[in-house]
């Protein structure tokens, strides 16, 4: 089969390897001159049991994440997270991630420096994209064509309106701005060392300040559908008077980002089409990590369709039966979560957080895409603790009704291809939200 991979992101580039051992003819179209340039001078956070899990290398100045502190709006309080053993992530350094991947490209090529601009259709098939490349336009045909192009892919949203995948609302996005400060010399360094700000100056969405042990401090700045300078600005001078560790020295960083913070796609796949990674959303909907996910996606799509043979839409659709299965469904709660989160008063996110009534593995299941449980004694113990606040409690037991029904739609996803049924389960599953 030859398949084009479009934007080396995470899930297309390991894609782009598994494809190419098992003896497909892959070109991977990368939007950047050279691996050097791709994605982010920075470290991420990734649970390593999906790099053993997947025996890809651990990339090289990988280094244990220290437990977050939640700190709630305007500094009112403060819940710190005790991690499991199992649930620590390791921060890996993108750029040498990218380089484990693209060392694991085998026979697959990358043109870089080329820009996918859109898919090319012929009736019920995607059949090719159209590049540029040094002002030259071209158009590049293949079997299969992965979308990695990130969130906003122009890829996906070139895709005719009959081929139901849907598009992205920018209010399911992170709008972010990381950046990289140095420590203030002769400041106490901090015991809350990795603090997250929940719905920061009572702003929709979170801010981080983590001190780091090499003199830096990493600030990350997140807002959904937008964010302004102006808010940027407040942001950090909120954070500064509450961390005096924080200089206005920058070392590094200040670019805008985005993160899909949703579900996942209801539908990913058409005739020769799947989108992975970013744009299909599969990054864990309240905190946006993108990059397991991505990895886990691509292993699953590369056996579906080393399977059949075949990149037609009803083998393609076994693709997003596995992700759904694997942590779509779950997705879908954790988002009503997420959403429900952005929606409360500062006060009640206070109470939330501080009472008792979101315990430790609460938060720790929410970290790693796992809803909150409500089993007895649990759901006794939250009743007791939410009597302190009746209303909020209600509130509590709603969103965790419709969080659950959600993910039991979601779980009734078609088995097999069939447009209308899958139509009809899309319309359901995405009117939950
Ligand atoms: C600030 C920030 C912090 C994050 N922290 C974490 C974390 O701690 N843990 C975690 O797991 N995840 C984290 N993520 C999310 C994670 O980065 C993504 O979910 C993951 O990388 C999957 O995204 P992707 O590779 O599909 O897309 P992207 O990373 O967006 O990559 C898309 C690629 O396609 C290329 N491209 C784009 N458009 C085109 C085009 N038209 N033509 C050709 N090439 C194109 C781009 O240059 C890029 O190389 C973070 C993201 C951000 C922004």
């Known amino acids: 089969m030859k398949i084009i991979v479009a934007g080396a992101g995470i899930g297309g580039l390991y894609a782009a390897g598994l494809f190419a051992k098992s003896g497909h003819e892959v070109v991977v179209y990368e939007k950047v001159k050279r691996v050097e340039d791709m994605r982010y001078d920075w470290h991420d956070d990734v649970n390593p049991s999906v790099f053993a899990d997947l025996s890809v290398p651990v990339p090289v100045?990988?280094?244990?994440?220290?437990?977050?502190?939640?700190?709630?709006?305007?500094?009112?309080?403060?819940?710190p997270l005790i991690q499991r053993a199992d649930l620590i992530d390791i921060s890996v350094q993108r750029k040498e991630l990218n380089k484990v991947l693209v060392g694991l490209l085998e026979s697959a090529t990358i043109e870089w420096g080329t820009e996918a601009t859109k898919a090319i259709v012929d009736g019920d098939?995607?059949?090719?994209?159209?590049?540029?490349?040094?002002?030259?336009?071209?158009?590049?045909?293949?079997?299969?064509?992965?979308?990695?192009?990130?969130?906003?892919?122009?890829?996906?949203?070139?895709?005719?309106?009959?081929?139901?995948?849907?598009?992205?609302?920018?209010?399911?996005?992170?709008?972010?701005?990381?950046?990289?400060?140095?420590?203030?010399?002769?400041?106490?360094?901090?015991?809350?060392?990795?603090?997250?700000?929940?719905?920061?100056?009572?702003?929709?969405g979170i801010s981080w300040c983590i001190a780091c042990d090499n003199g830096t401090v990493d600030v990350l700045i997140g807002r959904v559908g937008k964010m302004t300078e102006e808010e940027t600005e407040l942001s950090l001078a909120d954070l500064r008077k509450n961390n005096p560790i924080l200089s206005d020295e920058l070392l590094g960083g200040g670019n805008f980002c985005t993160i899909p913070v949703r579900r996942p796609l209801s539908n990913p796949v058409a005739n020769g089409y799947v989108a992975i990674g970013d744009s299909a959303c599969l990054t864990v909907p309240m905190i946006g990590s993108g990059i397991a996910t991505s990895l886990q996606a691509a292993d699953i799509l590369v056996k579906t369709v080393n399977a059949t043979?075949?990149?037609?839409?009803?083998?393609?659709?076994?693709?997003?039966?596995?992700?759904?299965?694997?942590?779509?469904?779950?997705?879908?709660?954790?988002?009503?979560?997420?959403?429900?989160?952005?929606?409360?008063?500062?006060?009640?996110?206070?109470?939330?957080?501080?009472?008792?009534?979101?315990?430790?593995?609460?938060?720790?299941?929410?970290?790693?895409?796992?809803?909150?449980?409500?089993?007895?004694?649990?759901i006794f113990h939250k009743g007791l603790v939410g009597m302190k606040n009746p209303l909020l409690l209600l509130k509590t037991l709603v969103m965790l009704q419709r969080a659950n029904k959600a993910k039991r739609i979601s779980e009734r996803i078609p088995k097999t291809y069939n447009k209308e049924r899958v139509l009809r389960w899309q319309k359901k599953t995405d009117g939950c939200f």
């Open 61 to 79: 100045g990988s280094f244990p994440k220290k437990n977050w502190t939640f700190i709630t709006p305007y500094e009112k309080g403060r819940m």
């Open 125 to 204: 098939r995607v059949v090719g994209i159209e590049i540029v490349k040094e002002g030259t336009r071209k158009e590049v045909f293949g079997d299969l064509i992965i979308d990695s192009c990130g969130v906003f892919s122009p890829i996906r949203k070139s895709l005719p309106e009959a081929f139901n995948v849907p598009d992205v609302d920018r209010e399911s996005v992170f709008f972010v701005r990381r950046f990289f400060f140095k420590a203030k010399e002769g400041v106490p360094f901090p015991t809350d060392t990795n603090k997250v700000y929940m719905k920061h100056i009572g702003q929709k």
């Open 309 to 378: 043979g075949s990149s037609d839409v009803a083998t393609l659709w076994q693709y997003r039966v596995k992700i759904n299965k694997l942590f779509g469904a779950e997705h879908c709660a954790v988002e009503t979560l997420k959403n429900w989160l952005l929606e409360q008063k500062d006060d009640d996110i206070h109470f939330f957080l501080t009472s008792g009534i979101l315990r430790n593995e609460d938060l720790q299941n929410a970290s790693v895409g796992k809803m909150i449980k409500l089993e007895f004694p649990d």
